[in-house]
């Protein structure tokens, strides 16, 4: 009897390691995003466009700041709820105004009212642009596994880079400025 025990107990060992082996090669693999179209986003993909509801009013479409007019763009996603994504805010601030009118500052606010995005905004003193992704048809065509989630595209309206998360404002205009250098120089 013990002996069928113990063979038993090996098989479960053995079943249970060749499971976490599988389990773990699995989790290796690379996440892959797709946009609506079925295109991955990645570097060297061209940025979907959309048009979104700024909260100062007006409205902005991607393509009429990357591909037409020379300008590189760093797109944000993000929420006034989401720690991570206010810490960073102040480097997307100081990017718009370090960079001038060869850079579009613009962040995706996902999910939340003009109200409760402009009084964020107030209070914070950001002028960079702001849109509103109320129903989150724009975050619809730029999945991520969360927020914050940027990517900066190139003057020709093609992604150089992306990024998920962030450690703080400093840390990320660091990251983001060598981005934006890179997708100038493109």
């Given at each position: ?29 690379k996440?892959?995003k ?6 991955e ?17 007006g ?7 990357s ?37 579009k ?11 409760t995005v ?11 642009t ?31 880079d ?7 404002a ?10 934006i250098e890179?997708?100038l120089?493109?």
């Amino acid at each position: 009897m013990r002996n069928t025990a113990d063979k038993l107990f090996r098989g479960i060992l053995i079943a249970a390691a060749i499971f976490c082996a599988l389990y773990f090669l699995g989790s290796l693999k690379k996440t892959v995003k797709f946009d609506s179209n079925g295109q991955e986003l990645a570097a060297g993909v061209d940025a979907p466009d959309f048009t979104v509801k700024t909260a100062d009013g007006g409205t902005f479409r991607l393509s009429d700041y990357s591909g037409v007019s020379g300008k590189v763009v760093i797109l944000n996603f993000w929420a006034t709820w989401c720690g991570p994504c206010c810490g960073e805010m102040p480097a997307f601030q100081r990017l718009h105004s370090e960079y001038g009118d060869r850079l579009k500052v613009m962040a995706v606010n996902y999910g939340e009212s003009k109200s409760t995005v402009k009084q964020f905004l107030n209070e914070y003193g950001y002028t960079f642009t702001v849109g509103l992704d109320e129903k989150g048809s724009v975050s619809a065509l730029y999945p991520s596994d969360g927020i914050p989630y940027t990517l900066v595209i190139d003057k020709y309206g093609v992604i150089t880079d992306t990024f998920i998360g962030a450690r703080g404002a400093d840390i990320q205009y660091e990251v983001y400025k060598q981005a934006i250098e890179k997708a100038l120089n493109v």
